[in-house]
């Protein structure tokens, strides 16, 4: 009887053991700093992307800025003319662009963004109350998207519904648990059993 009950407190300990809930500690933890990324780092010219960041206020006001970096988005052309040569480019940055938009209650926002010129550009967002920034920077590169003709359009499709295979791996992982615990209590009786009739 003291072996049936130990077999079967050790095969219910083995079946259980990770149904028990983690215990935290009631800790308010910082915020976590504020970071932005882009859903594309390099694009089309005309391509749309996203825009998006979190680390803000709730419903705070944002500024988004887009700002040209590297070449070519940020030079001219060469001069040449009646006498008056510049044998390299001559830097003519073009202005940032600026943006309003908003965070939601999370502190996150989510902004789509579509450059036509080729180049670098540095987007960040400023939030108007609490000053924090966020910025990534994206590539335009390659010739201009018609709106029809996206390659990318196609993946962005449906979401994929279907099992994972680490759903079907872990349920294996469980039911051998479960049979090694039922055999182990079938085992622990037939000796139990075997004992006491000898």
């Given at each position: 009887?003291?072996k049936?009950?130990?077999?079967?407190?050790?095969?219910?300990?083995?079946?259980?053991i990770?149904?028990?809930?983690?215990?935290?500690?009631?800790?308010?933890?910082?915020a976590?700093?504020?970071?932005?990324?882009?859903?594309d780092?390099?694009?089309?010219?005309?391509?749309?992307?996203?825009?998006?960041?979190?680390?803000?206020?709730?419903?705070?006001?944002?500024?988004?800025?887009?700002?040209?970096?590297?070449?070519?988005?940020?030079?001219?052309?060469?001069?040449?003319?009646?006498?008056?040569?510049?044998?390299?480019?001559?830097?003519?940055?073009?202005?940032?662009?600026?943006?309003?938009?908003?965070?939601?209650?999370?502190?996150e926002?989510?902004?789509?963004?579509?450059?036509?010129?080729?180049?670098?550009?540095?987007l960040?967002?400023?939030?108007?109350e609490?000053g924090?920034?966020?910025?990534?920077?994206?590539?335009?590169?390659?010739?201009a998207?018609?709106?029809?003709?996206?390659?990318n359009?196609?993946?962005?499709?449906l979401?994929?519904?279907?099992?994972?295979?680490?759903?079907?791996?872990w349920?294996?992982?469980?039911?051998?648990?479960l049979?090694?615990?039922?055999?182990?209590?079938v085992?622990?009786?037939r000796?139990?059993?075997?004992?006491?009739?000898?």
């Amino acid at each position: 009887m003291k072996k049936t009950l130990a077999a079967i407190t050790l095969a219910g300990s083995m079946a259980l053991i990770g149904a028990v809930p983690a215990m935290a500690v009631n800790t308010t933890y910082p915020a976590p700093p504020a970071n932005a990324a882009v859903s594309d780092g390099t694009v089309g010219p005309g391509e749309q992307f996203v825009f998006r960041g979190k680390g803000f206020k709730a419903g705070e006001g944002l500024v988004i800025k887009v700002t040209p970096g590297g070449r070519p988005a940020s030079t001219g052309a060469s001069v040449n003319g009646r006498g008056m040569s510049v044998t390299g480019k001559i830097t003519l940055p073009l202005a940032p662009q600026e943006f309003s938009s908003s965070a939601n209650a999370n502190g996150e926002f989510s902004f789509p963004v579509s450059i036509n010129d080729t180049g670098v550009y540095t987007l960040t967002a400023t939030g108007m109350e609490s000053g924090v920034t966020a910025s990534a920077s994206v590539t335009v590169q390659g010739a201009a998207i018609n709106g029809a003709s996206n390659a990318n359009a196609s993946a962005n499709g449906l979401a994929d519904t279907g099992a994972d295979s680490n759903l079907m791996i872990w349920s294996l992982v469980g039911a051998g648990a479960l049979a090694a615990g039922v055999t182990s209590v079938v085992v622990v009786r037939r000796r139990a059993k075997a004992e006491a009739a000898a």
